[in-house]
């Protein structure tokens, strides 16, 4: 192998909708704890629907301290009584909207 061969770049690995929920979520958790502002969140959150390869996700949490579990699944709150039932938040990822909520146990997909 010559050296031009051992400088060829891999293109860089497309980001899945799963990947960038998971983000948003991870920066929802920052939120909460009080890292991001709010208007830091929404940017962040707008770029991470916008995102196509995984490194432009990764540079969304750079900044931000090690990794955050967030639930694999989103949390139901449709129990809740009516009065205590979220307000719902709009989220646009291109073609599409995203619809989502929050409760007490924090965001949720309705």
């Known amino acids: ?23 948003e979520a991870q920066l929802q958790h920052h939120y909460a704890v009080g890292r991001p502002t709010l208007p830091e969140l ?18 969304l949490l750079r900044d931000l301290p090690g990794e955050v579990e967030v639930p694999a699944s989103p949390i139901s709150c449709d129990r809740l009584p009516p009065a205590d039932r979220p307000a719902v938040r709009l989220a ?19």
Request: glycine residues 4%.
């Open 92 to 110: 646009s990822r291109g073609d599409h909207w995203v619809v989502t909520g929050w409760c007490p146990a924090g965001w949720y997909k309705p």
């Open 1 to 23: 192998m010559n050296d031009s061969e051992e400088h060829i770049t891999r293109p860089a690995l497309r980001a899945s909708d799963a990947e960038r929920d998971q983000v």
């Open 42 to 59: 929404e940017e962040r959150v707008a770029a991470a629907y916008e995102a196509r390869t995984r490194e432009q996700l990764r540079a």
